[in-house]
């Protein structure tokens, strides 16, 4: 917990009444209601006592960003971020905390890959069979990943006691370093490389851990290594999710929050007021449409890239600062990933005896899967599909794959970076020191649930850090000597 300042004059000095009058509380925008939003809104609230007022803003009309889901037939699919490691600590935490409950990963007893147009390797719904077939292809290769997987979450675990501590830093870069310096120095290298001079063959690395790159983050091998990692820890056992989808998460976080949610509003643009102290926020590019309100803070939560830019207006003074984050993230671009939930009948007789695919090359899909409900409301009336794909499926595609389709629901996301190459310096959490947060920085480092909240608390363990070196009381009135 992070000590909080207060004001105190003691009125012995003095010979004169003391009066209570209300002050103004610490105001707090945020954009974003995502997992990252989220969790700063919940996580400063709780370091503040809830003596904050926080505003999220939210282009979309419901919360939880990319963990997403869409109806079919009255049951509800996930179709964005989908699965949490056993080993996310934070994310188990914040379930039992809400009384939320986990729903096991569900994925086909069956996964085979693909490798150009040639079925390479499945496993078995037996698993010694799936062991024997592993060892035969891939000799102990996939023994050592499972080993550095393990030792590289044991690195990345050291995040939850420091923030226990009220720790918190300024840059991806220092908080990698001290989680453990073997994070941060695997952001220096590509994972086929690291791969390939850690003794992995040739075939294990294009195909099975190539396939697993591919499925999670649609890119190859030539990623960096410590999204390389995070990649092949999320093929692993024990994944989960949260039931009812987990957007449940993040809207657990904001009701326990006590923040306000202005939906179908998408920030263009933030103004820097006259002052130099406060912000407004603006849903147009040109700042000509500012919403009511000034705050002190504000934190980005949002994917900020080429894509999805947005503008600063009327930071004079600190014009070279804004323009150089500014510089830094429009060089930056995001992956597509389209993900097409498919209601049919089933698989055409190409693919039928292989589902779950993976691909481990380039393809018109990364991958196909079977999906069931977050809850299974009413009984499926078909089988739903879950299919990857770099672009939007033609319907000749669709036909490829399946039969007697019933309803197709598209979702065409900005999904993560591009990891195509060893990442420049890893980027600062602040847009403008001590003012504007970005903690979707975190992205450049890898992507995922967990990565979102951990960058989410340490936005608000810095903003409450903030209020307390300026001395802005955590109550509501103060005593002031007249």
Known sequence: MV?????????????????????????????????????????????????VEIDVFEAASVIGGRMATVNIFGNEYETGASILHPRNKLALDLVERFGL???????SSVTSILKDSEFVFSTSSWTILTIYKILLRYGF???????MTQEFIDGFENIYELQDKGLSFDTVELMLSAMDPKLLNLTKSEFRTFLEENGYGEG??????????????????????????????????????????????AMAL?????????????????LAV????????????????????????????????????????N???QES?????????????????????????????????????????????TSISRVHPVVLTRSERVPVFKVFSPEPLTDSQLGEIFEEIHQVDVSDWWAYPEYDRIPPPLPSFHVLPNSIYYLNGIEWAASAIEMSLISGRNAAIQVASQYAQTGIPPTKRRKTEL
Not at 4 to 9: G, I
Not at 17 to 33: E, N
Not at 221 to 231: A, D, E, P
Request: proline share 6%; charged share 15%; glycine share 6%.
């Open 204 to 249: 294990f690395i294009t195909e099975l851990v190539q396939a697993i790159t591919y499925v999670n983050y649609g890119q190859s091998t030539s990623m960096h290594s410590l999204v390389g990692h995070i990649s092949v820890a999320g093929a692993e056992n024990g994944l989960w999710s949260v039931q009812s989808g987990n957007k449940m998460l």
């Open 101 to 107: 409950d986990q729903r096991p990963h569900s994925s």
């Open 315 to 317: 930071f004079l003074d």
């Open 141 to 147: 290769d996939f023994n050592k990943l499972q080993a």
């Open 3 to 51: 000590p909080l300042l207060h004001l105190v004059v003691p009125s012995i000095l003095f010979q004169i009444a003391s009066t209570s009058i209300p002050i103004p509380l610490p105001k707090v925008g945020i954009i974003g209601a995502g997992a990252g939003g989220s969790s700063a809104a919940y996580h400063l609230s709780q370091l503040l006592n809830n003596n």
């Open 274 to 313: 006259p002052s130099g102290s406060a912000f407004r926020l603006s849903t147009d590019r040109n700042g000509q449409v500012a919403l009511p309100g000034t705050y002190d803070k504000i934190i980005m939560a949002m994917p900020w890239s080429e894509q999805n830019p947005i503008q600063f207006i």
């Open 321 to 365: 600062v804004i323009e150089a984050a500014a510089a830094l993230y429009r060089s930056r671009s995001y992956h597509r990933t389209v993900a097409t939930l498919v209601a049919a009948k089933g698989i055409t007789p190409k693919y039928r005896k292989w589902v779950d695919i993976l691909s481990c090359t380039p393809n018109f899909f």
């Open 254 to 270: 904001l009701n326990n929050s006590n923040a306000r949610i202005h939906f179908n509003t998408r920030i263009e643009s933030i």
